[in-house]
C-alpha cells in the first residue's frame, strides 16, 4: 500500500469533523441567547454540546493528532511506518465509529460521562482503534533505524499507554454494574481530566516537539528541560481528577491530594514552555515568524500558558469557590483544547499536508489571515467566558441575587460569545478550504511547476 | 549494567506506565477503599421505583447534567441558594448517592442545582415548566417578574405526556434521602407547595 495512505485520510476526514464540531458549537452558543432556535429534539441544547464536545475531541483533535503522529514518526525514527495496511483499517474503523456514535448520541443514546458519552457499542470500537494506533506506534518504534528515542517519541508511547487505561476506566469500568454513586463519579472525573491531561496535551506537545524545531531550524533549547517535563508529567497528572469535586461530596482527602497535584502541574508545563519559547528565541530572527506555522505553534504555546496557569489556581479551594460550576471552566476548557491544542494540531496539518499532496500550501497569506481572524476573535471568546463566568461566582454567594438574575447578568457575555465564535468559525472555513485546494485543488500552471516539490 | 532510557524503547515504556500507575491505583482504586461510604452505608436510601427509573433514563439521555448540577457543596452560599423558606439546605453526603446507578453529580450551573429540588414544585409545576419554560400558562405567573422571560431552559414538549410523568417522579426523589424540611410539629413535609 502507497506510503501514508492513513496519514492523509485521517487528516483530511478530521478537518471535515472539525468543521461539524463547530457549526455544533455554534449552535450551542446560538441557543443560550435564542432558546427557542431549532426547538427539535435533536438539536436540544445538551445534544449539541454532546456533540460538539465529542466531535471535537474525537472526531477532530484525536484523529489530526492520529493523522499527524502516523506522517511524524517514520520521519524521526527513519524508518516506514510499522503497518500501512493496519493505520488505513484503524482510519476507516475510527471514522465509521464516530458516525455510529454521534448518532447514538443525537438520538439520545448516551452514557452518563462527560466526553464519554459516545454509547457502546461504538466506545468499545474506539478502543479497538485505539489498540491498532498502540501496536502501529509500538510497531514503529521497534523497527526503527535510529538509536535514540526523540520527545516526541516518549510523549506518543506515553500518550498510547496512559490513554488505554484512562479510557477503560472512563467508558467501560465506570459502567460496571457495582459502581455507582460518587464513585462512579470519581472514575468519570479521573477519565475526564485525564482525557485532557494524557490523551490531548502528550500528543499535541509531542507534535509541537517535532514541528517547533523543524520549522524554525533551529536545534530545542534544551534537552534536560525535555526530560523534566516528560516525566514530571507522567507522575502529576494522573492524581487531579478529583479537583472536579472540590468542595462536593467526596472524600476530603482525594480533594486535597488532587489540588497538591494540580498545583505541582506548574512544573512540568513551565519546563515545556520555556523549552518552547527558547527554542523560538533562539531562533534567526527574520524568518522565524514566516508563515501561519510558526504563528499558530507561538500561539498555541501562549494559550498553553494561559490555561496552565489557570487550572492550578482555580484548583485552590477559596478560588475554586467562585470560579467552579461557572463559565469560567468553559472558557478554561476550551483554551486548552481549543486555543492550545487545535492551534498545534492546525500548525501540524499545515505542516503535513502539503508534504502528503507533494507540493507546496496553497496559500500562506490564506493561512495568515485564518490565523489572524481566529486569534483575534478567540482572545475576547476566551475573555467573555472569564468574566461571566467571575460575575457568576460572586453573583450565586448573594443570597439577594435570585438565580435568573445571575443568568440574565451573563446576556451580553453570551451574546459577545456567539459573535465572537462566528468569526472563529468563520475562520475555520479559510483553513479547510486552504487544505482541500492543496490536496485536490488546481493550481494556476505557473505556480505548478513552483509548487511541485520534493518531499 | 548500565540503561539508557532514551535509546530503548521498553524502559521508557515501563516508566512511563510506573509513574502514571501510582497516581492512578491511589485516586481511583484506593478512595471506595478507605472511604466505603461512596458506595455502601447504613442510613436508609431511597430505592428507586420503576418508574423513576424510567425518569433517570430520560435524565440522561436529555443531558440535564450539563445545565444543572447534583450536589450541596460545603459552602455556606450553595446551602442557602438551595435551600427552602429560610431553611438552609444540608450539605450533600457520599452516601446520599449509594443507590444511583448513574450519577449526575455535574461540573456546570447553567441552571440551578438540583441535588434539593425534590418536593420543592409541586408535580403539575414541573408539568408546565417541561412544556414552556419561558411561558408555563395562567396557573403560574410570573412570580418575579423575570422568570420566564430570561430562562434558557429547552422546552421539553417533544416528550410524551408519560416521560414527562416519569422525569418528575424522578425529580421529586432528588434530596429526600435527608429529611430537613418539617411542618410545625416536625413531621417531615413531602410537598412543600401544597
Redesign the interface.
Known amino acids: 500500500m502507497k506510503q501514508d495512505t492513513a496519514a492523509k485520510m485521517m487528516i483530511i476526514s478530521a478537518c471535515a469533523f472539525f468543521g461539524l464540531a463547530l457549526t455544533m458549537g455554534i449552535l450551542t452558543a446560538l441557543?443560550?441567547?435564542v432558546?427557542?432556535v431549532g426547538?427539535?429534539?435533536y438539536l436540544?441544547?445538551?445534544?449539541l454540546?454532546?456533540l460538539h464536545t465529542n466531535i471535537n475531541l474525537f472526531g477532530w483533535l484525536l484523529q489530526a493528532n492520529m493523522g499527524i503522529l502516523f506522517w511524524i514518526l517514520p520521519r524521526i525514527l527513519h524508518t516506514k511506518l510499522f503497518s500501512e495496511k493496519l493505520g488505513v483499517a484503524m482510519g476507516i474503523l475510527y471514522n465509521l465509529t464516530m458516525i455510529g456514535g454521534l448518532i447514538g448520541i443525537a438520538t439520545?443514546?448516551?452514557k452518563?460521562v462527560?466526553y464519554g458519552e459516545i454509547p457502546s457499542p461504538f466506545d468499545y470500537l474506539v478502543a479497538v482503534c485505539w489498540v491498532m494506533f498502540f501496536i502501529n506506534v509500538?510497531g514503529t518504534?521497534?523497527i526503527r533505524k535510529v538509536?535514540?528515542?526523540y520527545v516526541t517519541?516518549?510523549y506518543t508511547?506515553?500518550a498510547v499507554?496512559?490513554t488505554t487505561?484512562v479510557y477503560i476506566?472512563g467508558n467501560m469500568l465506570s459502567q460496571m454494574?457495582?459502581?455507582?454513586?460518587?464513585?462512579?463519579?470519581?472514575?468519570?472525573w479521573?477519565y475526564v481530566h485525564n482525557a485532557v491531561g494524557?490523551i490531548f496535551t502528550p500528543l499535541g506537545v509531542a507534535i509541537a516537539y517535532y514541528l517547533i524545531p523543524k520549522q524554525l531550524n533551529t536545534p530545542i533549547y534544551s534537552h534536560k528541560l525535555s526530560m523534566i517535563g516528560?516525566?514530571v508529567i507522567?507522575?502529576?497528572?494522573?492524581?487531579t481528577?478529583?479537583h472536579?469535586?472540590i468542595?462536593?461530596?467526596?472524600?476530603h482527602w482525594?480533594q486535597t491530594?488532587?489540588i497538591i497535584?494540580s498545583f505541582s502541574l506548574i512544573i512540568p508545563v513551565m519546563a515545556v514552555i520555556t523549552n518552547f519559547f527558547g527554542t523560538f528565541a533562539t531562533a534567526p530572527r527574520g524568518t522565524r515568524m514566516n508563515g501561519p506555522i510558526p504563528k499558530l505553534l507561538m500561539m498555541g504555546t501562549v494559550y498553553y500558558i494561559f490555561t496552565c496557569l489557570q487550572g492550578p489556581f482555580q484548583a485552590i479551594r477559596s478560588v475554586n469557590?467562585i470560579t467552579?460550576?461557572?463559565d469560567w471552566?468553559?472558557g478554561h476548557a476550551h483554551m486548552a483544547l481549543f486555543g492550545a491544542f487545535s492551534y498545534y494540531a492546525m500548525a501540524g496539518v499545515y505542516y503535513v499536508a502539503p508534504k502528503l499532496a507533494g507540493r507546496k500550501l496553497y496559500s500562506e497569506k490564506l493561512g495568515d489571515l485564518h490565523f489572524w481572524i481566529m486569534t483575534l476573535a478567540s482572545v475576547p471568546f476566551f475573555a467573555v467566558l472569564w468574566i461571566g463566568g467571575v460575575i457568576q461566582g460572586f453573583a450565586?454567594?448573594n443570597?439577594e441575587i435570585?438565580?435568573?438574575?445571575s443568568?440574565?447578568a451573563l446576556?451580553h457575555a453570551h451574546w459577545m460569545r456567539f459573535f465572537s465564535g462566528a468569526f472563529i468559525f468563520g475562520a475555520y472555513f479559510l483553513f479547510f478550504y486552504n487544505i482541500m485546494q492543496t490536496f485536490f485543488g488546481k493550481y494556476r500552471e505557473e505556480d505548478e511547476a513552483e509548487a511541485v516539490v520534493a518531499e | 549494567m548500565k540503561i539508557d532510557v532514551?535509546?530503548?524503547?521498553l524502559w521508557?515504556?515501563t516508566?512511563?506506565?510506573l509513574?502514571?500507575a501510582?497516581?492512578?491505583v491511589?485516586?481511583?482504586v484506593v478512595?471506595?477503599m478507605?472511604?466505603p461510604e461512596?458506595?455502601t452505608t447504613e442510613h436508609t436510601v431511597h430505592e428507586y421505583t420503576e418508574q423513576e427509573k424510567r425518569g433517570i433514563a430520560i435524565y440522561?439521555?436529555?443531558?440535564?447534567?450539563?445545565?444543572h448540577?447534583q450536589?450541596i457543596?460545603?459552602?455556606e452560599?450553595?446551602q442557602?441558594?438551595y435551600g427552602w423558606r429560610l431553611v438552609n439546605a444540608p450539605?450533600?453526603?457520599?452516601w446520599?448517592?449509594?443507590?444511583?446507578?448513574?450519577?449526575?453529580?455535574?461540573?456546570?450551573?447553567?441552571?440551578?442545582d438540583l441535588a434539593r429540588v425534590g418536593g420543592k414544585y409541586s408535580s403539575e409545576w414541573h408539568w408546565a415548566h417541561f412544556k414552556d419554560p419561558?411561558n408555563m400558562g395562567e396557573k403560574f405567573p410570573n412570580r418575579?417578574g423575570?422568570?420566564e422571560k430570561?430562562?434558557?431552559?429547552?422546552?421539553?414538549?417533544?416528550l410524551t405526556d408519560e416521560e414527562i410523568k416519569d422525569l418528575t417522579a424522578y425529580i421529586q426523589t432528588l434530596g429526600r434521602n435527608k429529611n430537613w424540611r418539617v411542618n410545625a410539629e416536625g413531621q417531615p413535609l413531602n410537598d412543600y407547595e401544597k
Open positions: 441557543k443560550f441567547v432558546p427557542t426547538d427539535i429534539e436540544s441544547m445538551p445534544r454540546r454532546m439520545g443514546h448516551v452518563n462527560e509500538v518504534v521497534a538509536k535514540y528515542l517519541v516518549w508511547l506515553g499507554i496512559w487505561f476506566t454494574p457495582m459502581v455507582d454513586g460518587t464513585n462512579q463519579a470519581n472514575l468519570i479521573f494524557l516528560f516525566w507522567s507522575f502529576v497528572y494522573v492524581w481528577g478529583a472536579h469535586m468542595h462536593g461530596p467526596s472524600p482525594l491530594v488532587s497535584f469557590e467552579s460550576k461557572t471552566v468553559v450565586w454567594l443570597p435570585t438565580f435568573v438574575q443568568l440574565e446576556k | 532514551e535509546k530503548s524503547l521508557t515504556a516508566g512511563a506506565f509513574l502514571f501510582v497516581g492512578a491511589l485516586t481511583t478512595p471506595p478507605v472511604n461512596m458506595w440522561k439521555s436529555e443531558g440535564c447534567v450539563y445545565c448540577t450536589q457543596r460545603d459552602l452560599s450553595d442557602r441558594r450539605v450533600s453526603s457520599s446520599e448517592y449509594v443507590n444511583d446507578r448513574y450519577n449526575f453529580l455535574g461540573t456546570k450551573r447553567t441552571g440551578p419561558r418575579k423575570i422568570y430570561v430562562s434558557i431552559m429547552p422546552s421539553f414538549d417533544y
